[in-house]
Nanobody, 117 residues
Framework: QVQLVESGGGLVQPGGSLRLSCASSRNIFSLYTKAWYRQAPGKQRELVAS???????KYADSVKGRFIISGDNANNTVYLQMNSLKPEDTAVYYC???????????WGQGTQVTVSS
């Protein structure tokens, strides 16, 4: 069983920055696409950003130019650098490892990000 542990969430003022981290208990990050999702109260979970095993990145339109996803496969960690944060970025952020046809994805437990003055 793989455990994903997120960290780095918290309370930040609008315009501020946070960096989320997601660490895996097993050496699998070089094999699969990793992603960050978020879920705000009363809303569906949505994809924020993803990074493939070879480093290709994708972003939701709402975060393009503000968020950066990166991975450190050697240390089994994926990051989400969040800049110019807005109140609408407030959500629980989840890390995911997409195993494709191999099996269901692995999810982290989530970390709360609150953007408020």
């Amino acid at each position: 069983q793989v455990q994903l542990v997120e960290s780095g969430g918290g309370l930040v003022q609008p315009g501020g920055s946070l960096r989320l981290s997601c660490a895996s208990s097993r050496n699998i990050f070089s094999l699969y696409t990793k992603a960050w999702y978020r879920q705000a109260p009363g809303k569906q979970r949505e994809l924020v950003a993803s990074i493939s095993e070879n480093g290709m990145t994708k972003y939701a339109d709402s975060v393009k130019g503000r968020f950066i996803i990166s991975g450190d496969n050697a240390n089994n960690t994926v990051y989400l650098q969040m800049n110019s944060l807005k109140p609408e970025d407030t959500a629980v952020y989840y890390c995911l490892v997409d195993r494709g046809v191999v099996g269901p994805p692995y999810w982290g437990q989530g970390t709360q990000v609150t953007v408020s003055s």
